[in-house]
């Protein structure tokens, strides 16, 4: 069974970063479709960035230009950094791995295997 597990999340101020990161085991990383997604209370589960085998990467538009998703192979883990940080990014972050040929790689469905998720807090 793939294991998925998050570290990085915690509170911040508007404006500021944090930096995601998810350790993949029982499964090499640079095989599937990565994703995080977010969720807060309240709301549907939705794509944040993604990146596939072939490393390309996918965004949601609200967080373009603001977070960068990237895979280290050798370390088997995936990471988001989240910079210009704003009140309505607080949401628990999941980690996602799914086939490297997903269609819609922003859709939760797509994805097979999740982690337990990190809590990220951003007051104004």
């Known amino acids: 069974q793939v294991q998925l597990v998050e570290s990085g999340g915690g509170s911040v101020q508007a404006g500021g970063s944090l930096r995601l990161s998810c350790a993949v085991s029982r499964a090499t990383v640079s095989n599937y479709c990565m994703g995080w997604f977010r969720q807060a209370p309240g709301k549907e589960r939705e794509g944040v960035a993604t990146?596939?085998?072939?490393?390309?990467?996918n965004y949601a538009n609200s967080v373009k230009d603001r977070f960068t998703i990237s895979r280290d192979n050798a370390k088997n883990t995936l990471f988001l950094q989240m910079n210009s940080l704003k009140p309505e990014d607080t949401a628990m972050y999941y980690c996602?791995?799914?086939?490297?040929?997903?269609?819609?790689?922003?859709?939760?469905?797509?994805?097979?295997?999740w982690g337990q998720g990190t809590q990220v807090a951003v007051s104004s």
């Open positions: 996602a791995a799914g086939p490297s040929s997903a269609t819609y790689p922003l859709r939760a469905a797509e994805y097979l295997y």
């Open positions: 990146i596939n085998s072939d490393g390309i990467t």
